[in-house]
DNA sequence: TAAATTTTTGCAGACACCGCATTTTTGCAT
DNA sequence: ATGCAAAAATGCGGTGTCTGCAAAAATTTA
């Protein structure tokens, strides 16, 4: 009765495996074809074809369309997350989520080969680029929450409640947490994307350093060594 | 023959009037009928009947259906922008830029009713908010061009002509600007948003001061002293 | 193997959206 | 005022998105 109730975390169950193969298949069929047609001209149904499934069951698995050019970092969050609470005590609260930001992105370097393809295709398209953001910034509230917890439950003790799958309860956060959710997301954005602006004359180490050093610094106007003329 | 007058600037040509007035009508009726039938259950056909005109002149207005709740603030961006601009010399590149925003946010509560509406439009669905953010975003890389100007960080060689006729050339912003426009508007942002969470309790000037003190500070932790201010 | 559950699929239909041709409105010069 | 050209509104037809429903297929459980 009661004794299968992660299939959907690991892959335990092969229905689940499935799942997640049909998800994966439509989404790189769907980048695959957007990289060489154009997002905008690839069908639902041509979508559906390539995966080898049928339209219907793409709308099974994605709300709308475009959906399936966004939907790549949908567990970035989660171990953002984690990363968050992991980190050492001693740092402050934007330290932490640089570092477990910072970490996450090096995971994804991992698979740069997609990730690559799908930069193209957004950059076509900065319709889906946009709608890419906003899926991230529905992860807000959620890092938010994290941060919240880290800030509110001091070192000393673990914080590690065994419980903390609430949910439900959405106490109406505070400001600070909130605030540096969505300042520390958007700062990741900007470094992201003026690295893709001149991707050959810099290091994207650099700019994500230089982005949080400008946030902690309180973003103080810039020096005046450029600024001849 | 073509002598092209400006007549799209201002209230110039009765041409132009009736425009705006429809435009404005296409606004007002989808707003009405989304307060009180649900946003998802009003079609272009229900609008375009109750502003007046037909479903076909509908989408020469409005590239999407969902557009027609979200073009609310249209000119809210450039008001910003030049009172960036605008604002006093002594004034650092983030507090020009919280004056402006200030001084937009105030003008704005002027229209409250209409405001007021609206916000309840986008609070009963959420996907129409994140529709209007991103609307926002676009305006994020202008906004860092007149930030640019005024702190004076142009590259690309000619300072000199800070004209807009390049139309396609758009010089690669310094990162400092970037961060600037981004991170302020996220901060504006998560202020109103914070604020309507619990309007009861919360006076809107004191949140959105802030967040900005917060930002100029460099986010640190939260102490413990909380009714220090 | 049979039953229960979940997923897939086809189908019909409402609606969004766009291109095109036609009609109406407006601006301007005569 | 009046005719002409530009621009906008409209009607129409077609493609594509997305949903609900019920049957069929696959998978798990008993």
Known sequence: MQ?????DAAEGGLRERKKRATRAALVEAAVRLAAEHGAENVTVEAISEAAGVSPRTFFNYFD???DVFVMIGAESSTRIRRGVLEAPSGLSPLEALREAMAAELAEVEQEHELWSLHAEVLRSSPHLLVRGLCVHMADEIELAETLAERVG???GGRAEDSGEEDGQRRPALDLYPRLLAAVGSTAVRVAVEHW?????ELVFTDVFRE???QLAAGLPAPSEDVGRR
Do not use: G, N
Request: one cysteine or more; a positive charge; proline letters at 5%.
């Open 64 to 66: 709308a369309r475009d």
């Open 153 to 155: 439950s001091r070192p």
């Open 3 to 7: 004794r299968v109730r992660e299939k």
């Open 211 to 213: 982005v949080f050093e």
């Open 196 to 200: 893709c602006a001149r991707q050959d």
